[in-house]
């Protein structure tokens, strides 16, 4: 799907343009007939405008390919805290604590372009290393101490105060790991930037202020180009989904990915409380010793390419504790003045539910997205095609994912009525106002269902990619249908 995103500023040139003010004007709710503008008007012919502003729910793998083409823009980047595979997942298992890894490859990713070699290059190659995955557990232990000892060869051309700065909390993160030295934590396919952000993060107690950390050393993260976890806490966070035929799945890496089949829950859940550290207060989430450890070897690009169809379709996704009891989190209040501030809403592509959905079943989030007065656009990038998670979607079931999740009452005491039952309080066209899909999709896109109530998109936009050249995207022919 990354294809299809990068060409979007090209796209959002024309909601500055006079021809969206009369459509836009109609009253809501009245069937029109989507525009008919063309987008091969050259961005230099465009007539000036203000900077466009975006807040841009995303998961990982799926934003990353997406992130450079808001670059140039006021960006609010909003990521969720639950995955539980990769790197993340032996750190959580470990140390407890929310799940960084996307957010360590969202600041990767944000880092200012630099000349090979320079003392910012190198600053990204170390904190983008990964211990190789064809390593034992002795032999990546060694790299681990060669590097937190600060003589491999990665610190190379990293300035002294910089370098002393990140190997700090290395080593305090090494000296975390002493501590529960039983619990035998593997660093085979380990992310040195997750150590250094899981390890500020523990020491501050405070996500944000890990992430300024992060972001201060690369000069990545900025008040106009800012990163943010859809929840701030300090505990473990765990979603959970219920499928139509009843099963319910834990984790993401079992919703999404799962490497290893591990029992459905039928029934009370049965959670203990022995892996916990009696010091530890992480207990939002599932128990860090509960989790998969082949979790922390799964690849997302060959693992999401071959998957086993789920037993039904997704119903609804929530989070639970560490008992198995459903919970309501509020967002982070910088999330939501997000939505009240920018111009345009971005739903990335990417897993719908375990990347896009937690960002949305959350208090509070569905009427800042509908009542924003400054959001012009909320724009759905669709998936070039279907993964485990939405197996058989076309593009109507993504919008009305969204829009039903967004419209179930999440509060203190008040369970999730789910997709089939949800009461809808504000109209699709209150969440999702825009569609962007590539010709090459195999996700199928019925125009003429989803311009027409109860959709009413105003847009639907049609794109074809002719090449790929890094990160830059080329359009071939584009139109608003």
């Known amino acids: 799907m990354s294809q299809a995103s990068n060409t979007n500023l090209t796209v959002y040139g024309h909601y500055r343009t006079g021809s969206d003010s009369a459509s836009s004007s109609r009253a809501p709710g009245l069937s029109q007939r989507p525009s008919q503008t063309s987008i091969n008007t050259p961005t230099s012919a465009l007539p000036p405008a203000r900077t466009t502003s975006f807040v841009v729910i995303s998961g990982g793998t799926g934003g990353n390919a997406i992130c450079s083409a808001f670059a140039q823009s006021p960006t609010s980047h909003v990521l969720p805290v639950s995955d539980d595979g990769g790197s993340s997942s032996e750190i959580i298992r470990v140390l407890g604590g929310p799940s960084i890894g996307d957010i360590r490859s969202r600041l990767v990713r944000l880092i200012p372009a630099c000349p090979p070699g320079s003392p910012l290059d190198a600053i990204r190659n170390l904190l983008s290393y990964r211990l190789p995955t064809t390593l034992s557990d002795r032999e990546a232990r060694d790299q681990w101490r060669d590097i937190v000892e600060g003589n491999s060869a990665l610190w190379n051309g990293i300035p002294g105060d910089r370098k002393e700065t990140i190997r700090g909390f290395l080593v305090y993160f090494e000296s975390e790991l002493l501590r529960r030295a039983h619990k035998n934590f593997s660093f085979v396919n380990g992310s040195i930037g997750n150590y ?173 997205i509908a009542r924003s007065r400054s959001l012009r656009a909320k724009i759905l990038l669709l998936n070039s095609k279907n993964d485990r998670e939405t197996d058989g979607y076309s593009a109507t079931d993504y919008v009305l994912a969204i829009a039903n999740t967004l419209n179930t009452q999440y509060g203190h005491g008040r369970a999730y009525a789910g997709l089939g039952n949800a009461t809808t309080r504000y109209p699709i066209s209150a969440f999702v106002t825009d569609l962007v899909y590539t010709q090459e999709a195999q996700v199928d896109v019925d125009v003429a269902k989803i311009t027409v109530s109860p959709f009413v998109l105003r847009r639907i936009l049609l794109l074809t990619i002719i090449a790929v050249v890094g990160r830059t995207m080329h359009t071939h022919r584009g139109s608003l249908l």
Request: aromatic share 8%.
């Open 196 to 368: 250094f952000l899981a390890a500020a993060q523990n020491f501050f107690r405070s996500l944000p202020s890990a992430i300024f950390l992060f972001s201060s050393i690369t000069n990545g993260n900025t008040a106009a180009n800012a990163l943010l976890p859809a929840i701030v806490t300090n505990h473990t966070v765990t979603i959970a989904a219920e499928l139509d035929n009843g099963e319910k799945l834990v984790g993401q890496c079992e919703i999404s990915h799962p490497v290893q089949t591990l029992p459905a829950l039928d029934g009370p859940p049965r959670f203990t409380l022995t892996d916990l550290d009696k010091t530890e207060d992480d207990d939002d989430g599932i128990q860090a010793g509960q989790l998969n450890q082949n979790n922390a070897k799964f690849d997302h690009q060959a693992g999401k390419e071959e998957y086993r169809p789920l037993g039904a379709r997704i119903s609804r996704l929530y989070y639970i504790n560490a008992y198995g009891m459903e919970i309501h989190p509020s967002p982070n209040p910088e999330y939501i003045n997000s939505l009240n501030r920018a111009d345009v809403l971005v739903y990335s592509c990417g897993s719908l539910w375990t990347s896009i959905m937690p960002c949305l079943a959350l208090r509070g989030v569905a009427s800042a």
